[in-house]
Every structure is written in C-alpha cells, then in structure tokens.
C-alpha cells in the first residue's frame, strides 16, 4: 500500500540498521531517515562521492548545484545576458578597483561599493530562496518515486494523492527548509551506523574531514556545522546519482556549460589517432567551456593594459613584471606538455585543470588557509601561555616589571611572544626579559605550524581536489563518442525525462523485452559507448602526471601574481628579485609531479592501499620543508640580531654573519628541490617500467 495518509513511507536510505544483537563492530547507533539517500551530515563519508564532496568546497558549490538543476530539470545554466545582478556586481566591483587606484577618496568609490553590497546581499537571498524550492522540488520527485516503488511491490491503495504528498512535504519540511541554506548554522548529526572495518581503510581527506568536525561541536552536542548550503548541495547530488540512471546522456557533460562530451571528445581523438600536432588544429578541437575560459583570460590580460594606460600609483614597467610571471607557466607547460606528451592530454584538457588551479585551487586556499592560520595561532598562544606560566612559577620571569612599565592590559594580553611582530610585542618581551631559548621556541613552533600545516598542507591538499574534481574524457573509460540510432531493443538504455529527471521506474533502467515495438525505440536518441581507453596504460600515466602539473601551474601562476603585487614592496628591484626566485623554485610544479605517482599507482596501477594520505604525504614533506627553512631562519635570525642593551659595536661582523647564512639557506632551499626532482625521477622510472610491463601483458591476452 502507497504511503497515503501519514502512513509511513519505504525506508530508501543506505543507512544500517542496528540493535541490541547487532555486531560490536558497529560504533555509531544513529540511523539517518529522511528523503535523501545520505544525510547531510555525509560529507566525505565515502571514497565514492569524494569527487561530489571536493565539487561542492569550490565556490560554495554554485556548480554543482547548477549540475543538480541540469540533472533534476534538464534545465542549463544561465549566461551572463540572463544574470542581470551577477553581471552588474561584478562591473561594480570591477569599476570600484579601478576608481580606487585612481582616486581612492572618491564618494564615487563609496557609492559603488555600497550598491555591490546590497546587490550582493539581495542575490543571496534571493538563492536562499532558490535553494528552498529546489529541495523541495527534490522532495516532491522523490514522493512520486516511491509511489512507483510502492505500485510495482504492491496493490495500489486508496487515498488522495494530493494529501499524501502534502503530508510527506510536512513530516520532512525541516530537512527541506530549515537552517539548510544559512550562511552559518549546526543542524543534528544524523549519520548512519558505520563499520569499524570501512572505518579503518578511510582515507586521508575522510580522516582529516572526521577530525575537523569532532573538533568543532560534534562532539560535544552531536551537531554538525553548515557553511553556505555546501553540504546541502553534496547531499542532494549524491542523492541523484543513487537514484537516476547511469546514462552517458545525462553524466558526461563539462561543468558550467553542460556540453556533452562527444560533441567536441571524437575531434580530439582523431588528432590522437591521426598524430596531428599543428597547433591551430588542436585548438579547433576545444570545448566550449575551453573557448570561454580563453575569454576571461584575455579580459584579465585587456585589463590589466588598460589599467597600466590610466592616471593610477602603478608605474608602466609592473606590467612587464605581470607578464613576466605568465611567462613562467607558459614555458612549464610548453616542456611538460606540449614538447613532450602532446598526444597523451588534449589542449582543452589543459587549459581546464589550469584554470582549475587559477581560479578554484586559489580562492579555497586563501579561505582555508585563513582558518588553518587561527587554528595555527591559537596554538601557538596556548603554548605561550603555558610557557609564560611555568616561567613565572620558576621565577625565571618577574610580573612585577609590568607595573614599572606603560604597558596596558589590551597590550598585555594580544601580544603574548611569539604571536605578531608588532612593537607591542618588543615591549612586551623588554618589559618580562623572555629567556632567548623560550622566544626561539616560540618562533620555531610559529614557523613549523605556518610551513607544515598552514602553507603545506592547505595547499598540497587542494591541488589535489582541484584535480580530482576535474571530469575529463581524456583520464575516464567508456566515454559515449557520438549519438546513434538503436538498432536493437538490447541497445537502449532509457533516459529518464528532462522534467521530471528523478520520475523512473526502475524497471525502465533495464533492457527492453523483446517484443517491445521498435519504431518507438527508434524515436530514442542514446549514446554508443566505446570501447576502453585506446591509450597504452604508459600514456595515460603520463596524462594524469601532466594534468596534475597544469593545475600546480595554475595556482602557482595566481599566487605568483598575488606575492609579486600584494605582499611585495612596490618596485621594480622587489618585485623583478621575487619573480626570479619563485621561478627559480618551482616548487608547486614539483609537489604535483610527486602527488602524482600515487594517483597513477591507485588509478592505474589498481593499488588499493594508496589513499589521499600517501599521495600527498612526500609532496607536503616536500613543500614543508622548503618553506620551513626560509621561515624560521628569517623569524630566528630576526630574534638573535635584536639588540636590547644597545651595544652596537659588532653589527658590522653581524652583518658579515648574515651575508653567510644567507647563502647557506639558499643552498640548502635549492637543495630540497633538487632532491625532490631526483625522488620523482626516480620514482617515476620504477612505474614507467610496472605501466610498461603491464601494457605488454594487456597486449599479450589481447
């Protein structure tokens, strides 16, 4: 009987259901229950959905949901001509930038920036309210899903279909609307009993999610923080890909512009088939998204000239700086890719994993980073403390001496060792007398959390997402090549209707009977897979290794822009020497040569025991240490050149000092990549060698 009448509905959740007689390897009791497949407290709960999960980190998941329409409704993505609010905040942010290099006190800046807040704020509520109706249109397609299931299982019964669903929306309509869509809330943590053996063999990305929100108030009152609609979003597209058919009609389609894959895929085939390497060629052969992201690139570069020719403080020469740091990714990717595996990636697969490095890479790690370095800070403060304390308890430090000096309370507490390099902070330490030993402690605890956990692994681990939740056809297997006519009933696989994409019997995912009328199949348009990958297992190594370069490339192309004109004193010596040595250390490049070996031992190689963790442990080793020698001899040296008795006579010898140590830590900082390029090199040839191996064997049963 149907679910009418506030009976209740067919659990169609992949919870597991516990007991008293339930083994003890399962730990966590609660049972999530709702209209979703998953709870949306899920979120990296499974390896399967981490690419879903890692989609919905990037711009708070605008995307993804933009894919969740697409899938829901066949409804595509709005341009910028139907995004009037959209369009117009960002011409006024944009006119802002400019006004304010020109005129910073302008009432005209003012007025700009106050209308693309309250446009800002107007179009997040306006999707808020998008959001609502879009989950309980999720909602209502469910209700008619079940309804199915419930028809095919059993006798239909009476009632009123209307009251029904009317009474399904009212028992869920906390899950649909409440506190889903806030910018920040806690919802009841909801997930379902988890095995201690699935449990063990979580990866590094579960690992550190499971940690993150223990930390948070889970723990405490088994609550769960939503940030933005993120998590909502993930639950609802985890949701469709349990419930909607496996087509290549509805699955392989690019982000943003949902242009399916065999609509420009067959051209890049055919230069690789064909060995064609003429440039114009391959460039004929890019997506549509490819064509568009070229375009905002160019806007970038028109910009930025036409900014260099108006009245501002830049001078003219900090436009051949910029163009200076596009040389460098430019000439990587001219070696890596074009020069060398031209035919193992497409160029459209290039320029999408860069401008993935660019743009997304880059916004989540200066948000993420942003809470890494609180979380680094009130570390490094408690440490202080505790320190300060135990200090005083030995009398190795006298509190009286605050009395006798012009140090307020507020100095007091917010300039504790270690925690800024403020003159606050030197009054602080002349008014205590810190040991030296304790001040270099702190130093070198602030130094090691700010390069390992702060820089490091922030980074090393979002090139990684950044990576993996690129879907291109060059690195899957079984892409549709092109639309075909049914020949048979065994060549159709239905395709659920572009209205109502979650309205499908599952019964309809099957294979047509045979008896079944072949002029209505042929009305159906599907897609012919292909067979397996053509390319050797050796070639397609090397497109994931090239790929994840691109997407090193990228970011590094963004934050070389960003330490060249943000943290860098503005002139030409500065930022030209800057330039030089980030170029001289392509240490992002390198990390994801490094990351990549995993990736192509657990993809390739079928390795299960390779998981986030192992991929990213000897690049963040890597990148940790590089910048933990130049932090922490900068903060040390720092610390031990203080002069607070005044005795200058030796600042010439410390100088010369100086000048040495200077050219140690060069050394050794072009040490570490060096070492870095020999581990891959070495590493890389080990598994040239398994992939080759493998290829022949393939080639052999074949």
Known sequence: MPPHEGESSPPLTTSATTNDDSPKSFRKKREYRGIFSSSICDMFSSPKNSKTDACALACCGVWLWERNKFLLHGEYPKSWKQRPIETLVVCLLVACAVIWMIAPDSIVLRFCFIAAIVLGIWRRLEFKYSRSKFRTEMAVEE?????????????????????GLQLYLNRNWDEIHRRRHQNCTCVRNDTFAVDEEEEDNRDFCQCLWQCLSNLCCNTCCSCWCLWYGMCAIAQ????????????????????????????????????????????????????????????????????????????????????AVMFGALLEPIVLLFFTYWYWNRLDLSTDAIIKYFSSGFFL??????????????????????????GTT??????????ED????????????VSAPGLSNSTSEEQWND??????????????????????????????????????????????????????????????????????????????????????????????TVMAKSKPHPTSLESRGAAITVAMIAVAVGFSCAENLLYIFVYTESNLVAEATTL???????????????????????????????????????????????????????????????????????????DDKTTTADWIVLGCSLLIPLIGLEYFFYNSGLQTKRLRDLDSARDGNS
């Open 236 to 319: 609802e597209h985890r949701h469709l890909a349990q419930v909607l058919p496996d087509s290549p009609a509805l699955w392989q389609r690019d982000y943003i512009t949902m242009q399916p894959w065999s609509e420009y895929f067959p051209n890049i085939l055919q230069l690789r088939n064909s060995k064609n390497m003429r440039f114009w060629d391959h460039v004929k052969a890019l997506s549509t998204l490819s064509r568009r992201l070229i375009g905002a690139f160019g806007l970038f570069f028109v910009f930025a000239i036409v900014v260099t020719s108006l009245p501002v403080t830049y001078d003219r020469w900090q436009l």
């Open 143 to 163: 209700y008619k899903r079940q309804q199915i299931l419930w028809s095919n299982n059993s006798e239909p019964g009476g009632g009123n279909e209307n009251s």
């Open 580 to 654: 030089a040595l980030r170029a001289l250390f392509p240490v992002h490049p390198l990390c994801a040569a490094i990351q990549s070996i995993g990736v192509v031992k657990r993809d390739i190689e079928k390795d299960k025991s390779v998981g986030v963790g192992r991929i990213i442990f000897a690049a963040l080793l890597l990148h940790g240490s590089f910048d933990f020698l130049l932090m922490v001899y900068s903060a040390v040296m720092e610390v031990l050149n203080e002069d607070p008795l005044g005795e200058n006579d030796s600042a010439s010898t410390d």
């Open 390 to 399: 135990i200090l005083v308890m030995l009398g190795q430090v006298d509190l």
């Open 402 to 413: 605050i009395s006798e000096a012009n140090v307020d309370e507020e100095t007091i507490i």
């Open 361 to 386: 890479c880059t916004s989540m790690v200066m948000v993420y980073e942003l809470l890494a370095s609180v979380a680094s800070s009130l570390i490094v403060l408690v440490y202080s403390l505790a």
């Open 431 to 524: 008014v205590l007398e810190f040991p030296t030993a304790f001040t270099l402690s702190i130093t070198i605890l602030r130094s090691f959390l700010s390069a390992f956990f702060v820089a490091a692994m922030v980074e090393e681990l979002f090139k990684y997402l950044s990576f993996w939740m690129v879907e291109h056809p060059d690195l899957e297997n079984d892409v549709s090549l092109t639309p075909v006519r049914a020949e048979s009933p065994m060549d159709v696989e239905q395709i659920p209707n572009e209205e109502t994409g979650l309205l499908s019997d599952p019964a309809q995912r099957q294979t047509y009977d045979d008896d079944q009328s072949l002029e209505t199949i042929t009305l159906i």
